[in-house]
Each structure stands twice: as C-alpha cells, then as structure tokens.
C-alpha cells in the first residue's frame, strides 16, 4: 500500500458545481497534512494546511480525520481557474504526496 | 521577490555530463528540501537540511547525486554521470520549522538529458 493515496481523476465539472477529493495516509503517526494545487508545468503551491478541527478558506474547505486516516478538500461554486491538479501531502519529517487528482472546470 | 528561487530554469545536458542546480530559500527558512517530479507523478523526496545539516536522504537517490548547504543559506544539488533516467523536474522547497512545518516551492529546475 503507498503512503499517500489520492483518486487521480480527472474530474470534470461545470462552472458552480462543488467537487471533494479525498486522500488517504499510511502512518497513523503523521504529524501535518496539506493540499497543494498545481498547473500545468509549474510548482506545487501551498493550498491550505489542514488543522484537526478542519478549516475554511473562502470556497475551499479542508477536513481531516484521524481515525479513518483521511484528509479531503472540497471545493464549492468551482470557477474555470480551479482546473489543476491538486496535491495531498502528509509531513513525516518530509513531505510524502500522493500523485494528485486532476480538475477540469468547464464552462 | 523574497520567495524560493532556482537555477537555472532550464538545463540541457548530454548523458554522462555533471549538473549543478542551486536554490536560495527564503531568508528566515532553516529547513531546505530537495524532491524530483516526473510527469503525472507528485513530487519524490530527495533530501532536506536543517540549516547546514543534511539529516535526511532517500534512498532512492544513488552515489550520483551530491547535495551541499555549506553557510545554512543557498544549497546546491550536483547529479554526475547524468542518465536519461535523471530527466525530470527538481524542486526545491524551503520552511521555517515552525507550526506546521508549511513549505513552500521554487519555480524548479527543468532537466533534459539527450
């Protein structure tokens, strides 16, 4: 089993909708958990760093579960410049990702 | 700009040739992390430092590849003997240490090798 595991997609979506992804660990001793989007060619950036309590940025929420060892990102009122491809990775020391789920917004 | 930067951008190299990439993290950033990515595949640990230390290496990455952080600040990643199989995208990521160990990336470092 890989450590980090995520749906590799691709979804694709309309303009509006809401679109979660999950992503699940290995070792339950994980300390931090964050999702990265990335465009084509380009650097991972940092999304938003999950907190146990699960947090909200704007239309971006990020939940994480201990117990079941998973963490998800939804994605709400999803815009055309939401089409990427979105990163998971759970910090051991190093950051271990998954291979990201790929995002189509269309019109 | 007082992020993560890399260079060069770009790097075309014939097999068997020696590279060297260097990145300059964020100034207040003790920890420097080094990973590879290749198409359609997250990013792959290579190895981090805290401040000069190297306290971490894969094991995946072979006697090819060296890395250096001699003042705490810039490091450089040097790959010899480079293989086709060195292709790839090499990330440099920097963090404080601090809360949730949050690091963020530089632009990369493209490698062809022909």
């Known amino acids: 089993r890989k450590e980090v595991e995520q749906d590799p997609g691709p979804f694709n979506v309309p303009e509006g909708a809401t679109v979660a992804f999950n992503c699940t660990y290995s070792n339950s001793a994980s300390q931090s958990f964050f999702w990265y989007r990335q465009d084509c060619r380009k650097e991972p950036k940092l999304l938003m760093s999950?907190?146990?309590?699960?947090n909200e940025d704007g239309r971006f929420t990020a939940q994480l579960n201990r117990a079941s060892q998973y963490i998800s990102l939804l994605i709400r009122d999803s815009k055309l410049s939401d089409s990427a491809t979105y990163l998971c990775a759970v910090n051991n020391r190093k950051l271990i990702w998954g291979l990201g789920t790929s995002l189509a917004v269309n019109p | 700009d007082t992020g993560v930067s890399q260079d060069p951008r770009h790097k075309i190299t014939k097999r068997g040739q020696n590279v060297t990439f260097r990145c300059d993290p964020i100034s207040e950033h003790n920890r420097l992390y080094w990973y590879r990515q290749t198409l359609g595949q997250g990013p792959e640990f290579l190895t981090y430092f805290q401040n000069e230390a190297q306290l971490e290496k894969s094991r995946l990455l072979s006697d090819r590849f060296s890395a250096e952080r001699p003042k705490g600040s810039f490091s450089t990643l040097e790959i010899q003997r480079t293989e086709q199989g060195d292709s790839a995208m090499y990330l440099c990521?920097?963090?404080?240490?601090?809360?949730?160990?949050?690091?963020?990336f530089g632009p990369g470092t493209r490698l062809t090798v022909t």
């Open positions: 999950v907190y146990s309590s699960g």
């Open positions: 990521a920097s963090s404080s240490g601090q809360l949730l160990y949050e690091q963020y």
